[in-house]
């Protein structure tokens, strides 16, 4: 598998994984609010299985493919804020928020200066 093939499963994994992980950290506030906190926990332990089930294979995918340790973590919070804010938008009911756009160039930048290199 070439590098850009294997960056390009990574991300997409880490992206499927996230999706999970989101609505496994915030999910409940919306769904679960008049539940007592166990439950919200457990159906969030239930939600991030699925999103270790796809987080580990690509973070170990990515790392054998020779993407760095650094360069993952920082590929993982570019994706986080990728898939918080149109959850926090289509599925929450906030706002687009100037601050997302300064944190998203923030990350960009981020990956930028990790992956030079």
Known sequence: ???LQTLALTATMLAASNLFMTF???GHLKHLQASPWWIAALASWGIAL???LLQVPANRIGFAGGISLAQLK????AITLAVFVPFAMLH??????W???????????????????
């Open 24 to 26: 496994a950290w915030y």
């Open 1 to 3: 598998m070439t590098s």
């Open 74 to 77: 920082i590929l993982q919070e």
């Open 92 to 97: 929450m009911g906030e706002g687009l928020k």
């Open 50 to 52: 699925f999103e270790y």
């Open 99 to 117: 601050n997302y756009l300064w944190a998203g160039l923030c990350l960009v930048g981020a990956v930028y200066f990790i992956f030079l290199g």
